[in-house]
């Protein structure tokens, strides 16, 4: 796969595409971003994706990127990169302004498009360790994708450093929120659920999709229930992921269940 990247309607060598020194997403993470999957040279939900984005954009008082032109550079980005499966990071940024916090009246946001080649094969189940740190769902922060990920990282690096594989993160309302990358499921008395949204879960578009399609509901869980789970996933739109353990919790795989949620997620 050639490593060319789209940039502010531009198809670039990466080595040739550049970010202004000044640019606000650099500077002060004044942004957005989406990781979309390609599969058989598609996106399949990229409608999500960009309806997503849009949403995002709304909040952060942000002007979005006209959709059409943001579906046209993807299919030429796919097909200048040959790209038949992995996925895609849209980045959009306020782009360049003054010095301090207030934006320019009329921004001219940065777009960025990277590609990046996978194989997709089926992660191995992982053990998650309780982070101190604490997602607040009250935020307009927690609905979208911003690039302001600080909270994630020093989550995932903790957890790391503690022997474990990834975080489960709490809400400021003492309730399960979501791992540092990905929504979780969990598996109660035969019901999967999924974290809420006003308990800091981001409104992610597996999550959706598996909410519409009624594979799971939305329940709360607080850390002293943990026990009480039965089975647990992490989710997000690359992949689907077995929980082997919770905080020193074992629990069992179920392959049956595992193979449904996959073929749904991710089809063939």
Request: charged residues 20%; proline residues 7%; glycine residues 8%.
């Amino acid at each position: 796969m050639s490593a060319i990247v789209w940039l502010n309607g531009r198809l670039l060598d990466i080595a040739d595409a550049h970010i202004a020194p000044n640019d606000r997403g650099f500077l002060l993470s004044d942004g957005l971003f989406e990781t979309i999957r390609v599969a058989n040279g598609q996106t399949p939900h990229l409608a999500r994706h960009l309806a997503r984005l849009e949403e995002g954009c709304a909040i952060l008082r942000l002007p979005s990127p006209d959709r059409t032109l943001l579906t046209q550079a993807i299919s030429d980005l796919l097909h200048a990169t040959n790209l038949s499966g992995g996925s895609l990071r849209l980045t959009v940024t306020r782009g360049t302004g003054p010095r301090g916090l207030v934006p320019p009246a009329t921004p001219h946001p940065t777009v960025l498009i990277q590609a990046t080649a996978s194989t997709m094969s089926v992660p191995a189940p992982v053990r998650l360790g309780l982070s101190r740190y604490r997602r607040d769902g009250a935020s307009p922060l927690a609905r979208v994708k911003s690039l302001a990920c600080l909270l994630s990282v020093m989550s995932r690096m903790e957890a790391v450093a503690a022997g474990m594989d990834d975080a489960l993160l709490l809400g400021t309302t003492g309730a399960v929120a979501e791992a540092s990358a990905a929504n979780v499921l969990f598996l109660r008395e035969r019901c999967l659920q999924t974290p809420p949204i006003a308990d800091g879960a981001l409104p992610g578009t597996s999550r959706a999709r598996l909410l519409d399609g009624g594979f799971c509901m939305e329940g709360r869980l607080l850390p002293q229930n943990l026990k009480t789970v039965t089975g647990a996933w992490l989710v997000n739109a690359l992949s689907l992921t077995a929980v082997s353990s919770i905080d020193g919790h074992d629990l069992p795989l179920h392959a049956e269940l595992d193979r449904r949620l996959r073929a749904f997620l991710f089809p063939a």
